[in-house]
Each structure stands twice: as structure tokens, then as C-alpha cells.
């Protein structure tokens, strides 16, 4: 069966400081992976979307990045973390066609 | 570009209640609409999945209807209980790999 892991599940980190979260898919083969961000008390904004090994496209300007190195694995960083990065982030997978999304279990970043 | 609405953003019921959560979307040249519940803190578990062709999908106390001309779909929770309580987001699929959220209905359900 398919699954999917993010980490870590918080995360504090100081303003100016690096980002890297992390988020693999066990049990399927090219999925489409995604980066959502949840504000408090706000909806979900997607950030990236992957659909194969180098390919990534940025649906809005920020001051994040996204990477996929392999098939299955989905990175977001930042070289320098601004306090209204502080949020939930989510990575979710699915396929082409007529599937769903499978969200991860999210990290919780606050920057301080 | 597809707009998606949920209402009430929030709503309290007592335990024992049947309801119903409204989700609505602007453009019906849709691929399906899932369902998620979202704990505090957590991240999204999908509770049903309804493909463009299907009326309805049905989960335990749980039924999801699709109509898709009149760009609606609503959730059907019956029998509510205090574990029910929940954000529920509603995501509709378009296009190639675009999904589209609405904001949530924030379900309290009292003891």
C-alpha cells in the first residue's frame, strides 16, 4: 500500500535561518507530489507541484524553493526563513487522471 | 479560474443530529471532489472520493452527493457524534493536476 511520510513534525526556527522539510511516497512509482501551506484560521495555498524528478512548478512568488531528487521525494527549503513563513505545511501525492490526494501528517513551523 | 465555497464555516449541532455540509464550485468541467476531515493539528484524512460520472459515495455514517451541472456537492454525517468534530474541506479536481480547495466547515459536535 502506498504511504507517505513528512518530517519533521515541528519545527522552530529563528528569522534568517534555513529550510528543509522533507516528504517521501513508499509504494507507488512517479506520483504528482505537492506543497500546500495553512496559515492559521486560513485555507490551504499550494505552493509547488511536482510532476517527475526535476520538474517543479511554483504557483505563487515566495520566499521558499522546492526540489524533487528522486522519483519519490519531495524537498521544500529556504535559504533565509521570514517570520510569515511561519505556518502549517503539508506535502500530499496522487496520479494522473481520475485519483484523489493522500496528504501527509504536516509540520508545523513557527519562526521566531 | 475554479472557485471553490463551503457553508457555514462553522456549525455546532448536539450529539445524536444528522447534518449537512454544503460545498459549491463555479466551474462543473470537474475530474472528482474529495472530501477530507482535518483534526487540529493534523494534516488531511480523505473521507470520500466522488468521480465526475458518480451521484454519491457512501462510507459508514458518512454520504457524499455530487451534482455536478448545478457545481454542488454536500456530505451527509449521520447520527453525529463528539468524534465528528472536525474541520471538513471539500477539494475539487480540474485540469491536468490542479486541485482546488474551499476554506472549511468547523464542526462542533456537543456531548
Known amino acids: 500500500s502506498q504511504t507517505i511520510h513528512q518530517w519533521p513534525a515541528t519545527l522552530v526556527q529563528p528569522v534568517g535561518s534555513p529550510l528543509s522539510l522533507e516528504c517521501t511516497v513508499e509504494g507507488t512509482s512517479n506520483p504528482n507530489l505537492y506543497w500546500y501551506r495553512q496559515a492559521a484560521g486560513r485555507g490551504l495555498q499550494l505552493l509547488f507541484y511536482s510532476v517527475g524528478i526535476g520538474q517543479i512548478s511554483s504557483e505563487v512568488p515566495q520566499n521558499l524553493s522546492a526540489s524533487r531528487p528522486q522519483d519519490r521525494q519531495f524537498i521544500l527549503s529556504s535559504k533565509k526563513l521570514l517570520l510569515s513563513d511561519s505556518g502549517f505545511y503539508l506535502c500530499?501525492?496522487?496520479?494522473?487522471?481520475?485519483?484523489?490526494?493522500?496528504f501527509g501528517s504536516g509540520t508545523r513551523l513557527t519562526v521566531v | 479560474k475554479q472557485e471553490v465555497t463551503q457553508i457555514p464555516a462553522a456549525l455546532s449541532v448536539p450529539e445524536g443530529e444528522n447534518l449537512v455540509l454544503n460545498c459549491s464550485f463555479t466551474?462543473?468541467?470537474?475530474?472528482?471532489l474529495q472530501w477530507f476531515r482535518q483534526d487540529p493539528g493534523k494534516g488531511l484524512t480523505s473521507l470520500l472520493l466522488i468521480q465526475s460520472s458518480q451521484r454519491e459515495q457512501t462510507s459508514g455514517r458518512l454520504n457524499a452527493s455530487l451534482d455536478k451541472s448545478s457545481g454542488r456537492s454536500t456530505l451527509y454525517i449521520a447520527a453525529s457524534q463528539p468524534g465528528d468534530s472536525a474541520t471538513y474541506l471539500c477539494a475539487v479536481r480540474a485540469g491536468g493536476n490542479q486541485f482546488y480547495f474551499g476554506t472549511g466547515t468547523s464542526l462542533t459536535v456537543i456531548p
Open positions: 500530499a501525492w496522487s496520479v494522473q487522471g481520475f485519483y484523489g490526494y493522500t
Open positions: 466551474d462543473s468541467a470537474i475530474y472528482n
